[in-house]
């Protein structure tokens, strides 16, 4: 049987140590994004408890480096740095294949719509970093 604390052990000390994932963001809002992210990683981690290590990591790793990625970006976008409408769009589409490859095809996930609704609420300056990112994990855990 394997160690599951182990595992999600190591994959949260990773994510602590990771600091290009939040370095972008203040404080309020890097904290927010790495319990969520710690989150997700601890919900991949958890379902490999049948699996051997070597079977384990073959199953999390492409999904935890997806999940690192959609941070990094999901961070860029709460700073302001997806300023021009084409690369939003390009912002949006990435995260949505993302988000398909972290949580499966079972998952719902926002229509384009909704996630570029969400994405162009950083052009209002009364929601900072840390209110962007709780909308869009609200935003996710409304759909799936």
Request: net charge neutral; glycine share 4%.
């Amino acid at each position: 049987m394997a160690d599951i604390s182990a595992r999600v052990r190591r994959v949260v000390e990773e994510m602590m140590g990771n600091e290009a994932l939040l370095e972008m963001l203040e404080t309020d809002a890097a904290k927010e994004m790495l319990n969520w992210g710690i989150e997700i990683a601890t919900s991949i981690v958890k379902k490999t408890d049948d699996q051997d290590d070597i079977a384990a990591n073959l199953a999390v790793l492409p999904r935890l480096k997806e999940l690192r990625q959609s941070m990094r970006s999901i961070g860029n976008w709460a700073a302001g740095k997806y300023t021009d409408p084409a690369s939003r769009v390009e912002l949006r589409d990435k995260l949505l294949e993302r988000f398909r490859a972290i949580f499966g095809e079972r998952m719902i996930l926002p229509t384009k719509a909704e996630l570029d609704a969400l994405l162009n609420q950083v052009d209002n300056k009364k929601n900072t970093p840390y209110q962007l990112v709780v909308k869009l994990k609200e935003l996710l855990e409304t759909k799936g």
